[in-house]
């Protein structure tokens, strides 16, 4: 984790993440229609430093490589906002979920719910 004061020192701050190659796919194709479009993800991890790093600089790059794969990055994204502990029935979170890939584009994300089970955890 790097520090709040670190992160105002640097100004080569991005986030690699990791996700299934069948929604990294899915985000792309529908950016390549309609590139404005957001597409919100899922993590199982609270991103508190890339949420504080995001409050400084704006807006982040954000690198993805597939799970599963080399490890290389495949895919890479510009990362506007980020909604730490998200509830049903927030105004904010019910916005983003609105961005998020629906089943016509990966089967089964509707079900996906907010992964509350990763957040009970922490």
């Not at 479009?37 to 790059?61: E, G, M, N, V």
């Amino acid at each position: 984790m790097i520090s709040k004061e670190k992160l105002r020192k640097t100004s080569d701050i991005a986030v690699f993440a990791r996700n299934h190659h069948k929604y990294l796919e899915a985000a792309a194709g529908r950016n390549m229609v309609d590139p404005e479009k957001p597409t919100t993800f899922r993590a199982r991890s609270i991103w508190s430093t890339a949420r504080d790093a995001l409050q400084l600089y704006k807006t982040l790059t954000i690198y993805f490589s597939a799970v599963g794969g080399k490890g290389d990055v495949e895919y890479s994204a510009t990362l506007h906002h980020i909604r730490l502990h998200p509830k049903r029935g927030d105004h904010e979170t019910e916005t983003y979920l609105g961005f998020t890939l629906i089943d016509e584009e990966v089967e089964g994300t509707s079900k996906e719910g907010l992964w509350e089970q990763f957040y009970l955890q922490n």
